[in-house]
T-cell receptor, first 116, second 111 residues
């Protein structure tokens, strides 16, 4: 089954304790992205990757890191989480990116993070 | 001005009703437009892309008005299962890789 998976789905942690949220897709997609969703603000892009070893900042990259060593995986790293990073996080992937092309993004099920 | 604006609703409509949502975007050079559906705190899923000539998929019709910079979604014969939040999504001009999401319009279909 074609899908995007994220782990963990729920996480409660404390300020400053490094954590990683994994994201994996089995559709051989080139493009992957991380978003956070907060009430009243909608989905905001954190980082994206257009292919292996190619990553770039989105709109809200502060406090986050990513890596893309393999095509299928795109982990999100919070080196020193803070309470303002409490949010619902979604990973997404799409086949590729092409100027002007309409590419469907497939989202993972989300990770609810609470930072105390 | 926000890049993508939507009326948050909620729109409360009876089953069988027709309902329409609009979404305005600020960048006239935007090229790709989508409607996504999101059920309560679940992942967004593509409902339909929006093409320049307008497009229809069953009970759903999407239209693009470039002159006025808005897209619309029309739902006919509403079903209870249509209750969800509908997200308007626009690509950033010049960057097909970056999508901007509206905050969504909530639809509640009632008996």
């Amino acid at each position: 089954e074609a899908q995007v998976t994220q782990n963990p789905r729920y996480l409660i942690t404390v300020t400053g304790k490094k954590l990683t949220v994994t994201c994996s897709q089995n559709m051989n997609h080139e493009y992957m992205s991380w978003y956070r969703q907060d009430p009243g603000l909608g989905l905001r892009q954190i980082y994206y990757s257009m292919n292996v070893e190619v990553t770039d900042k989105g709109d809200v990259p502060e406090g986050y890191k990513v890596s893309r060593k393999e095509k299928r995986n795109f982990p999100l790293i919070l080196e020193s989480p803070s309470p303002n990073q409490t949010s619902l996080y979604f990973c997404a992937s799409s086949l590729s990116w092409i100027q002007g092309a309409q590419e469907t993004q497939y989202f993972g099920p989300g990770t609810r993070l609470l930072v105390l | 001005r926000k890049e993508v604006e939507q009326d948050p609703g909620p729109f409360n409509v009876p089953e069988g009703a027709t309902v329409a949502f609009n979404c305005t975007y600020s960048n006239s050079a935007s090229q790709s437009f989508f409607w996504y559906r999101q059920d309560c705190r679940k992942e967004p899923k593509l409902l339909m892309s929006v093409y320049s000539s307008g497009n229809e998929d069953g009970r759903f019709t999407a239209q693009l008005n470039r002159a006025s910079q808005y897209i619309s979604l029309l739902i006919r014969d509403s079903k209870l299962s249509d209750s969800a939040t509908y997200l308007c999504v626009v690509n950033r001009a010049g960057t097909a890789s970056k999508l901007t999401f509206g905050t969504g319009t909530r639809l509640q279909v009632t008996l």
